[in-house]
Structures are given as C-alpha cells and as structure tokens.
Nanobody, 128 residues
C-alpha cells in the first residue's frame, strides 16, 4: 500500500484558520474510517478527529469541537481537516491515519494503536 501524505500545514496566528489535507498516494483509503491525530513537542500523540468512509459519522476531541471540521472527498481520495479559531495550544505535528478495522473503531477510534497506516505529518505552529 502507498503512503498517506499530509499537506496544508504552516505558521498561523492565533485566531486564524488552516485547511489540512490527507491524500492516499497510489491507493484508496481503507473502506472504513480515517483519523487525524496530533503531537505537540514533548507530549503524547492525541486524537483530533475521525470520519467514516461514507462521511456520515464524524468524531472530534473535546478540545477542537466547534472549531475543527473533518470532511472527505472519496472521488479525489482526500480527507480534509478545516481548522478555525486556532490557538497556540493547537501547535503540533498533525498526522492522518487509516486502516482501523470496523469492530475496533467503534470502541477505540481515539487510540492511535489500532490505525496501521500513517502519514509523515505536517507542522502547524500557532503564534500568540
């Protein structure tokens, strides 16, 4: 399987917006769900958001709910994360993930371990 490739990161001021994109290079996303995680310097990787294959179910961490929106375009093999009202504490490397199995997803979608495909990540520094 080909890699996942993230894009769209970059320096942004607090209160600003960014759109991150994740493309499944040379393949399609696994047919269940795709997630976004982030890792701030010196901290553990944490769940940000996830979306099922059909786009009908979307999940968010409490810390980003109401500010971030996940979406997908299966025709173009892309999953996006629109981030609004960014805060300095959103500063992290953001990675997309794929490959989690349906029975596991229902319970463990917030855990990084069950996802078996990852991108390299894209940096999002938010200045105050």
């Amino acid at each position: 399987q080909g890699p996942l490739v993230e894009s769209g990161g970059g320096l942004v001021q607090a209160g600003g917006s960014l759109r991150l994109s994740c493309e499944a290079s040379g393949r399609t996303f696994s047919r269940y769900a795709t997630g976004w995680f982030r890792q701030a310097p010196g901290k553990k990787r944490e769940f940000v958001s996830a979306i099922t294959w059909n786009g009908l179910r979307k999940y968010y961490a409490d810390s980003v709910k109401g500010r971030f929106t996940i979406s997908r375009d299966n025709a173009n093999n892309t999953v996006s994360l629109d981030m609004d009202s960014l805060k300095p504490r959103d500063t992290a490397v953001y990675s997309c993930s794929d490959g989690i199995e349906p029975p596991v997803f229902a319970v463990y979608y917030r855990e990084a371990g069950p996802y078996y495909a990852w991108g390299q990540g894209t940096q999002v520094p938010v200045s105050s």
